[in-house]
């Protein structure tokens, strides 16, 4: 009976490992505030960027990624969304993201992409076609 559950502990220690290791972005610290994450649609993206270290990493890895979002405040200083929606063409959502910026970058297939972002109760949109070439958006909230 024991040795039977040293093996389920030991089973539910190395899911946890995997769990974290899914989580944390390689590169970076558990106390970052990047955030990678699959979605259940299969949509990969990474968002943060808060500190210039953190902005650094994950520009590193933006030819990964075909489209990166920059968001910022009408000064210019790096800003973060309330919420961020892509729909595809036929305006089916393919990814929501809570908190997101000041940098998002999304792994899309190419094709036609409407890009809604909420700050407060305004929603800004923007329509962008991807191609086979890493696109960056700028976006002043």
Request: one cysteine or more.
């Amino acid at each position: 009976m024991a040795r039977h559950k040293g093996k389920a502990a030991l089973a539910l220690a190395w899911a946890l490992c995997g769990a974290l290791a899914w989580a944390q972005q390689p590169g970076t610290d558990a106390g970052s505030t990047v955030e990678t994450v699959a979605t259940p649609a299969a949509v990969k993206y990474l968002n943060g960027g808060a500190g210039d270290e953190e902005r650094s990493a994950l520009m590193a890895q933006w030819p990964q990624f075909p489209l990166l979002i920059v968001f910022s405040a009408s000064g210019g200083a790096y800003a973060v969304a309330d919420g961020v929606r892509v729909a595809n063409a036929q305006g089916t959502t393919v990814l929501e993201v809570a908190q997101a910026g000041p940098l998002l970058m999304v792994n899309l297939p190419p094709g036609e992409y409407r890009v809604q972002a909420r700050v407060g109760d305004a929603v800004q949109e923007r329509r962008l076609q991807l191609g086979s070439q890493p696109q960056r958006l700028d976006w002043r909230l």
